[in-house]
Antibody, heavy 120, light 110 residues
Framework: VQLVESGGRVVQAGGSLILTCSAS????????MHWVRQLPGKGLEWLTI????????HYADSMKGRVTISRDNQKNILYLYMKTLREEDTALYYC??????????????WGQGTPVTVSS | QSALTQPASVSGSPGQSITISCTGT?????????VSWYQKYPDKAPTLLIY???YRPSGVSDRFSGSKSGNTASLTILGLRPEDEAVYYC??????????FGTGTEVTVL
């Protein structure tokens, strides 16, 4: 299993960003997927989930209205679109595979993360 | 959704056993079997240690075990080793169909 995130960069506050995660080594279309982040010097924060077929998404309250998760099961790619970015969104963003077909919030494989820095 | 509560740090000598608690509510840890634990080294991605309260993925040492009572889950590490020094996070499914992590516990091997 390999999850490779990309798209992280320095962006100005108020700006937007799209993160991508290229998945390989498993049947991508058969697993729920997540984005999780770690703020500098802080703990892990769950952000969002998308079901195996993209039919259902859920978001952390802190991100609702500012992020959208989506997926392309033909290309084995997971996306995270973020807008109205704030300095407090500066973090390492992980693409994470759910252990199960249906959402279980059990994360069995993680990418290495892509860093996002929001400057004022 | 508030983070699950873990002690900030736990320490022990090599060979000792330690237990890390993870306290949630009746809307997460207390309600669901989908409680899991993760080990995280600095500058590395987390790895799954325990899932569904007590099950270990293939390759995880049987020195790690999990349990749950009410709204509190626990991770026990038997026979502490230097390589167990890491930050440990619990996680749970929630009633809002979201995920929530614990605050993280730094384990120090004295």
């Amino acid at each position: 299993v390999q999850l490779v995130e990309s798209g992280g960069r320095v962006v100005q506050a108020g700006g937007s960003l799209i993160l991508t995660c290229s998945a390989s080594g498993f049947d991508f279309g058969n697993n729920a997927m997540h984005w999780v982040r770690q703020l500098p010097g802080k703990g892990l924060e769950w952000l969002t989930i998308i079901t195996y077929d993209g039919g259902e998404t859920h978001y952390a309250d802190s991100m609702k209205g500012r992020v959208t998760i989506s997926r392309d099961n033909q290309k084995n790619i997971l996306y995270l679109y973020m807008k109205t970015l704030r300095e407090e969104d500066t973090a390492l963003y992980y693409c994470v595979k759910d252990l199960k077909f249906d959402p279980s919030m059990i994360y069995d494989f993680w990418g290495q993360g892509t860093p996002v820095t929001v400057s004022s | 959704q508030s983070a699950l509560t873990q002690p900030a740090s736990v320490s022990g000598s090599p060979g000792q056993s330690i237990t890390i608690s993870c306290t949630g509510t009746t809307n997460d840890v207390g309600k669901f079997k989908f409680v899991s634990w993760y080990q995280k080294y600095p500058d590395k991605a987390p790895t799954l240690l325990i899932y569904e309260v007590r099950y270990r993925p293939s390759g995880v040492s049987d020195r790690f075990s999990g349990s749950k009572s009410g709204n509190t889950a626990s991770l026990t590490i038997l026979g502490l080793r230097p390589e167990d020094e890491a930050v440990y996070y619990c996680s749970s499914f929630t009633s809002a169909n979201t995920g929530v992590f614990g605050t993280g516990t730094e384990v120090t091997v004295l």
